[in-house]
C-alpha cells in the first residue's frame, strides 16, 4: 500500500485546516490509520486514530482535531480546527495491517506497516 498525505499548508492561530491521506495500491487489510506529527527539534508523536470502530485522539487535540474516513476514497481525514502555534509540524499518516489496536498501543510507530510521505502545516500570524 502507498499513503499520500497532504492539504498542510498555513493557518492562523484559530483557524482550520483538513488534512487527507490517500491510499492506494493493495489496500486489502489495511483498515486502521493513524495520523502522527513532528514538530522541529521533537520527537514525531501521535496525534490521532481511526480503527474500524474506534477513535482515538492525543490530549493536546481532543475536541479541537476531527478523524473520519471515506472508504469508497481510500482516504482518511484529519480536520483540524482552533489551531495553535503548537500544532505546527510535519504530519505523517500511517496504515495497519491486522487486528484495531488499543487506546495503549495506537501511539506506537511499530505498529504501523507503511507510511506517507508528510505534509507541513504551520500554524502562525
Known amino acids: 500500500v502507498q499513503l499520500q498525505a497532504y492539504g498542510g499548508g498555513l493557518v492562523r492561530p484559530g483557524g482550520s485546516l483538513r488534512l487527507s491521506c490517500t491510499a492506494s495500491?493493495?489496500?486489502?487489510?489495511?483498515?486502521?490509520i493513524a495520523w502522527f506529527r513532528q514538530a522541529p527539534g521533537k520527537e514525531r508523536e501521535g496525534v490521532s486514530y481511526?480503527?474500524?470502530?474506534?477513535?482515538f485522539y492525543a490530549n493536546s487535540v481532543k475536541g479541537r482535531f476531527t478523524i473520519s474516513r471515506d472508504n469508497a476514497k481510500n482516504t482518511v481525514y484529519l480536520q483540524m480546527n482552533s489551531g495553535k502555534p503548537d500544532d505546527t509540524a510535519v504530519y505523517y499518516c500511517?496504515?495497519?495491517?491486522?487486528?484495531?489496536?488499543?487506546?495503549?498501543?495506537?501511539?506506537?510507530?511499530?505498529?504501523?506497516?507503511?507510511w506517507g510521505q508528510g505534509t507541513l502545516v504551520t500554524v502562525s500570524s
Open positions: 500511517a496504515a495497519r495491517r491486522g487486528f484495531n489496536l488499543i487506546a495503549s498501543s495506537w501511539r506506537q510507530q511499530e505498529q504501523y506497516d507503511a
Open positions: 495500491g493493495f489496500t486489502s487489510g489495511y483498515s486502521t
Open positions: 481511526i480503527g474500524d470502530s474506534r477513535t
